[in-house]
């Protein structure tokens, strides 16, 4: 299939961009309470990073540095959460579904040299200092215990909202021996403040919510939530020095956010105002208007007709140096200068051209 363009730009406003056309960092900035910022993202370490997850970092370090240069007081930073409790190996026993994750089978060491250069890359780019943690540390924030509580007491009311398909409020925890862990979370049982698994190998074992926050692990949309509330509690406390911005891509903005989100926040009696700001990543999207998928490709051998730096980092660095990282960043950052540029999606051709 051939396409014809004249290879004009166009970025007509409306919605976001309409309202946000030259003053999002101005607008960003009056929402601020604190000095310090840090600017949140995330990704599960399970592949090479995908062209998505570059765009999203790149943003994050992009409006960093946009934010130090209208405030020069302000001191802001990226905080990479890594999803290292994503599932590796999916394993099927009797007819339940388990999974061990990229933490427990040590598959995440594989890929995680290359966020770290990413991450070391665009951090010199825009001066901007960044730190990563995995989902132990961020689950030892001294709010878990009671959000989680919150969450398995209103379980009725949140379930078909966060589950539709089976209404089942998705925490897990590994067993502590073999690391098997259920999948959808389908045994676990809740009695005062202990969660009860179940290892198809060593049986039943115990997580008490209360000590042991640490060793939960959740779905996407729950995760979601629970991250959300913690970032607004952490906002509002004046005794911590920084407040959250989340940075995220653009197919989770809109009746995601929406629903998953701030009608979840609402039930659990937080305040939905108090909830982080959350920018969005433009798309990056295929000839038909679909979002790249890294999970496409590897399974299925898509986009063949593509230029592989589109794919992933790998490629990108292998074909492109540590240039072809700088003009995605390059790019991104021209986003947030002309803010109603972000308020929209890119085509796979309007980046082969910006990678020429
Ligand atoms: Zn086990």
Not at 7 to 24: A, H, I, M, T, W
Not at 282 to 304: F, I
Not at 328 to 340: G, N, P, T
Request: charged letters at 25%; hydrophobic letters at 35%.
């Amino acid at each position: 299939m051939l396409f014809e363009t004249d290879g004009k730009v166009y970025n007509p406003l409306g919605g976001g961009s309409y309202v946000y056309q030259d003053s999002l960092i101005q607008y960003m900035h009056s929402q601020l309470r604190k000095k310090k910022v840090k600017i949140s993202i995330g990704a599960q370490p399970n592949s090479s990073p995908h062209f998505g997850t570059l765009e999203v970092f790149c943003l994050a370090f992009a409006l960093a540095n946009m934010l130090c240069h209208y405030d020069k007081e302000l001191q802001v930073s990226v905080l990479f959460e890594m999803v290292d409790t994503a599932p590796a190996i999916a394993q099927k026993i009797g007819d339940k579904n388990y999974q061990i994750s990229l933490r427990e089978s040590g598959e995440m060491n594989k890929y995680i040299d290359q966020y770290n250069e990413i991450l070391e890359q665009l951090s010199s780019i825009s001066n901007i200092s960044y730190q990563v943690r995995g989902q132990r540390e961020f689950n030892r924030h001294t709010s878990i215990p009671d959000i989680v509580k919150k969450v398995i007491s209103h379980r009725d009311l949140l379930a078909p909202i966060l589950e539709p398909k089976k209404h089942i409020i998705r925490i897990r925890s590994a067993c502590p021996i073999c690391g098997l862990t259920d999948k959808k979370g389908i045994e676990n049982k809740f009695v005062d403040n202990k969660m009860i698994c179940f290892c198809p190998k060593h049986g039943e074992f115990e997580v008490d919510i209360d000590t042991e926050s640490y060793r939960l692990e959740y779905n996407t949309p729950l995760r979601n939530l629970i991250r959300g509330i913690v970032y607004s509690i952490d906002n509002q406390d004046d005794n911590l020095d920084y407040e959250w911005i989340r940075i995220t891509g653009a197919d989770y903005a809109g009746f995601y956010q929406e629903q998953l989100l701030y009608k979840t926040t609402d039930i659990l009696g937080y305040s939905v105002s108090k909830l982080p700001m959350i920018l969005y990543a433009s798309l990056v999207t295929d000839w038909s208007g679909a979002k790249l998928s890294k999970s496409l490709y590897v399974n299925e051998g898509a986009y063949r007709y593509l230029p592989s730096y589109m794919i992933n980092y790998d490629n990108l660095r292998k074909e492109k140096g540590s240039m072809g990282l700088a003009k995605v960043y390059s790019e991104v950052h021209s986003w947030l200068e002309e803010s109603y540029k972000l308020f929209r999606n890119y085509s796979i051709y309007y980046f082969m051209e910006v990678l020429k």
